[in-house]
C-alpha cells in the first residue's frame, strides 16, 4: 500500500504535462519512505530519459542518477507513472522497459498523453497495474493499493 498526497497527484500532472503538449511519452516515479509498513510518497521524480511517441526509455547514465537520488535521502521507488498516445493499458515495451520489477510493483498509465487527465479525474482515468509473483502485469482497482490523504 501506498499513501499520497492531492499535491503529489498535481505534481504528477505538471511533469507528464511538459511532455505531453510535445505528445511524447513520459515517465516519472514516486519516491517513498517506509511508514508503518506503507510507503509514503515524498515527491516526484523525473528521471533522465529518451522518450518518442509510444515510448520510453531510462538510459543507464538515468538508471545511475536515480539510484543517487535514492541512496541520498534513503528512499524507494513507490510506483512509476506512465503515458500512452492513445488508451491505458500495459503494453508489451511497458512491460519489458519497466523500472521497478518486483512483485507488487506498481506501474500506473495514464491515456492520452494526460492531457486530458485533472486532479479531479485522476482516479477514473488512471489504471494501474501490479507485478504478480507469476511476473504478469495484472490490472487491479486504483484504490486496492493506492491511498490519497
Do not use: C
Not at 511519452?25 to 533522465?48: D, F, M
Request: glycine residues 4%; hydrophobic residues 45%; charged residues 25%.
Amino acid at each position: 500500500m501506498i499513501t499520497i498526497s492531492p499535491s503529489i497527484i498535481d505534481d504528477t500532472l505538471a511533469q507528464l504535462a511538459i511532455y505531453g503538449k510535445g505528445r511524447k511519452e513520459i515517465v516519472v516515479l514516486w519516491l517513498a519512505k517506509k511508514e508503518a509498513g506503507h510507503a509514503v510518497v515524498q515527491r516526484v521524480y523525473v528521471p533522465l530519459q529518451e522518450t518518442g511517441r509510444a515510448f520510453f526509455r531510462i538510459p543507464p547514465k538515468g538508471m545511475r542518477l536515480l539510484f543517487e537520488e535514492l541512496r541520498k535521502d534513503r528512499l524507494m521507488v513507490a510506483a512509476q507513472v506512465h503515458t500512452h498516445p492513445m488508451e491505458a493499458f500495459h503494453s508489451w515495451a511497458d512491460d519489458t522497459m519497466a523500472v521497478i520489477k518486483h512483485a507488487g510493483a506498481l506501474s500506473l498509465v495514464l491515456p492520452y498523453f494526460a492531457r486530458e487527465t485533472t486532479a479531479a479525474n485522476f482516479v477514473e482515468q488512471t489504471k494501474v497495474f501490479s507485478l504478480s509473483k507469476s511476473n504478469e502485469w495484472d490490472e487491479i482497482t486504483f484504490n486496492q493499493e493506492i491511498a490519497i490523504r
